[in-house]
């Protein structure tokens, strides 16, 4: 399932996938799980799972919710397996200290993990398929690129979307934009965070309802941006 119109690159494309308020936000000002979304935003998400190799999660998303999406979509179940693919994409953890506790369901989802870490392990860490160094984001994408990686969904949270926006590595935005103001600090985008090139427009490639008043955007990061 190729991006249409993309030229095969190098490097694999990543597509960050949100649902957000009105105001941007991804959870109320204490904190937590907001419980955006309802079921045109669940079949958008896994429209785009069936879509992926791979999905980036960050360690502290994984910790709060304790489990990683699911393909439970029989026909895209069926479309992956016809493709001779594994039913989910691989669940790729992106952790600092390369610690999680190994009493998360995630352990217990059925599904393919690897870790990325920035201190990593001299051992293998058990529930971990792949363990890969994260010193520089360029290099360790280039590492899952050599791993068969060629599109990749990045699932959150703010700081891990901060991080790969900063290095210019995110080439696609698809946001459910949600009819509710929750307020807070809690942004998709926190504030203050770097973003390059900080001046390039991004092409709007989809927008469709989804039902409940949800709105689907998918942008793309545009040629001022990506250089092209």
């Known amino acids: 399932m190729s991006e249409p119109g993309r030229q095969e690159a190098a490097r694999p494309w990543l597509r960050l996938v949100l649902v957000i308020s009105l105001d941007g936000r991804l959870a109320p000002p204490e904190g937590g799980a907001a419980q955006l979304g309802g079921p045109g935003d669940r079949r958008a998400l896994e429209e785009a799972l069936a879509w992926a190799d791979g999905c980036l999660i960050g360690a502290e998303t994984l910790r709060r919710h304790g489990t990683t999406c699911l393909l439970k979509d029989p026909q895209l179940l069926a479309l992956r397996r016809g493709e001779g693919r594994h039913p989910q994409p691989v669940a790729i953890a992106v952790s600092r200290s390369g610690q999680l506790p190994a009493t998360l369901p995630f352990f217990r989802q059925p599904l393919e993990r690897w870790l990325l870490a920035a201190e990593p392990s001299p051992v293998a860490i058990p529930g971990f398929s792949h363990q890969l ?8 994408i280039d590492a899952l690129a050599g791993r068969g990686m060629r599109q990749l969904v990045v699932l959150g949270g703010a700081g891990l979307a901060a991080s790969l926006l900063g290095a210019g590595l995110i080439d696609e935005l698809q946001l459910t934009l949600c009819p509710r103001l929750l307020g ?11 973003v390059w090139p900080p001046d390039g427009p991004w092409e709007l490639i989809e927008h469709r309802a989804l039902g409940g008043d949800e709105l689907l955007l998918r942008y793309r990061r545009g040629r001022e ?3 092209g």
């Open 225 to 227: 941006s990506s250089g």
């Open 184 to 194: 807070g600090a809690h942004q998709w985008l926190p504030s203050g965070s770097p």
């Open 133 to 140: 160094p994260l010193a520089r984001w360029p290099e360790a």
